[in-house]
């Protein structure tokens, strides 16, 4: 399973990104999806999820009302829209996915067996 993000890159407080993450190597619409992100000096944190349909998603605390997490099946691409950027959001992002199959998206990386490289978003201030 390969996964590939993009769309990582500068932008100011108050802007907006759009990520997309490539699968491939496997049956993509069986699968949930998340995003991760980790800043310089802190521990991985999750940012969103999303089951295989797209109909369930669950998105952390700190950027609901301004990320939102979508899918498309047809194009092996889960994407993570971001608005109402802040300088707290700068952090290199990672999808993620289980190799189990999840009823429900989880918000715990530990139950995501393969990852991207990582894309990075810098929020100036």
């Known amino acids: 399973v390969q996964l590939v993000e993009s769309g990582g890159g500068l932008v100011q407080a108050g802007g907006s990104l759009r990520l997309s993450c490539a699968a491939s190597g496997r049956t993509f619409s069986t699968y949930a999806m998340g995003w991760f992100r980790q800043a310089p000096g802190k521990e991985r944190e999750f940012v969103a999820a999303?089951?295989?349909?797209?109909?369930?998603?669950v998105v952390a605390d700190s950027v609901k009302g301004r990320f939102t997490i979508s899918r498309d099946n047809a194009k092996n691409t889960v994407y993570l829209q971001m608005n109402s950027l802040k300088p707290e959001d700068t952090a290199v992002y990672y999808c993620?996915?289980?190799?189990?199959?999840?009823?429900?998206?989880?918000?715990?990386?530990?139950?995501?067996?393969?990852w991207g490289q990582g894309t990075q978003v810098t929020v100036s201030s």
């Open positions: 999303i089951s295989w349909s797209g109909s369930n998603t």
């Open positions: 993620a996915t289980p190799s189990k199959y999840f009823t429900m998206p989880s918000m715990e990386s530990s139950s995501y067996d393969y």
